[in-house]
Each structure stands twice: as structure tokens, then as C-alpha cells.
């Protein structure tokens, strides 16, 4: 694993500033929050969180799910056959911010989830959500 401060990083600050909940705060607040963060990057096969333990830190889930759908429907198509536990699992999150998020998605018409598959209306709406306003 590798760190850095993330107030050296333009990007990281740019992404956060077009992210829920951070775009709300203040340009002063952000810089503040940036000064005492840590950006981490993790080697392929790592682990980066065990079930169980306390967090320490934040991710925003959302943009994870997101990912991780746009990985799976380049490998499967619109049939994800994965459980919402499945991609809680792969987002290192718990089944219920999955379920919150998966419901989320469904509302704008993104998907549609049930408790053993997951489709996947649009692909394109996901990538969108992904890229930086």
C-alpha cells in the first residue's frame, strides 16, 4: 500500500467537489477535510478491508457500486448473475448500503434487483453517474 496527503492531489479535490456529500461544503471546508486526509492505493490482491472490523475511514459507496456494475456488465452483459451480498462483498460495504444503493439505481431506472440477479437496464446511465460534472 502506498500513501500520499490528498490535498496535493488536484484530481482528488476536483472529484470531490462534484461528489454527495462534499459538493455541499464550502471550498474552505474541502481544503480543510483534504488537509487531513490520506489517499491510499492498494497493489492488486491486497486487502483493503476485513469483515468485522471498525471503519476508520470513508468511501463514497455509491460510486463504487456504480464501478463495479460497469466492470460486470463488460463481462456479463445486462444478467449480472451476482447477489446483492455478492456486490456488497466486491464494494467492501454491507448488504444493507448495497440494498440502499441498488434501490436508488432502480428508481432512476438504471436496473432492476432482486435478491439472486441483478439486470441492468442501461449501462450508459451508470458510466454517466461515473464521470465527473
Same mark, same amino acid.
Given at each position: 500500500?502506498?500513501? =500520499? &496527503? /490528498?490535498?496535493?492531489?488536484?484530481?482528488?479535490?476536483?472529484?470531490?467537489?462534484?461528489?454527495? &456529500?462534499?459538493? $455541499? @461544503?464550502?471550498?474552505?471546508?474541502?481544503?480543510?477535510? @483534504? +488537509?487531513?486526509?490520506? /489517499?491510499?492505493?492498494?497493489?492488486?490482491?491486497?486487502?483493503?478491508?476485513?469483515?468485522?472490523? @471498525? $471503519?476508520?475511514?470513508?468511501?463514497?459507496?455509491?460510486?463504487? !457500486? +456504480?464501478? !463495479?456494475?460497469? =466492470? /460486470?456488465?463488460?463481462?456479463?452483459?445486462?444478467? !449480472? &448473475? /451476482?447477489?446483492?451480498?455478492?456486490?456488497? +462483498?466486491? $464494494?467492501?460495504?454491507?448488504?444493507?448500503?448495497?440494498?440502499?444503493?441498488?434501490?436508488?439505481?432502480?428508481?432512476?431506472?438504471?436496473?432492476?434487483?432482486?435478491?439472486?440477479? !441483478?439486470?441492468?437496464?442501461? $449501462?450508459?446511465?451508470? =458510466?454517466?453517474?461515473?464521470?465527473?460534472?
Amino acid at each position: 500500500m502506498t500513501m =500520499q &496527503p /490528498l490535498i496535493s492531489s488536484g484530481l482528488t479535490k476536483q472529484f470531490l467537489e462534484h461528489t454527495h &456529500p462534499f459538493k $455541499a @461544503l464550502s471550498k474552505e471546508m474541502l481544503n480543510t477535510i @483534504l +488537509a487531513h486526509a490520506i /489517499l491510499r492505493h492498494y497493489d492488486k490482491g491486497e486487502s483493503i478491508c476485513h469483515e468485522g472490523e @471498525l $471503519a476508520d475511514s470513508l468511501w463514497v459507496v455509491e460510486k463504487r !457500486i +456504480a464501478t !463495479i456494475l460497469v =466492470q /460486470l456488465f463488460k463481462t456479463h452483459g445486462n444478467a !449480472i &448473475p /451476482l447477489t446483492r451480498r455478492d456486490v456488497a +462483498a466486491l $464494494a467492501c460495504t454491507t448488504v444493507e448500503s448495497t440494498i440502499r444503493t441498488l434501490s436508488v439505481f432502480g428508481k432512476k431506472g438504471w436496473l432492476l434487483s432482486s435478491r439472486d440477479h !441483478i439486470a441492468l437496464r442501461t $449501462a450508459s446511465e451508470l =458510466q454517466k453517474f461515473l464521470e465527473p460534472a
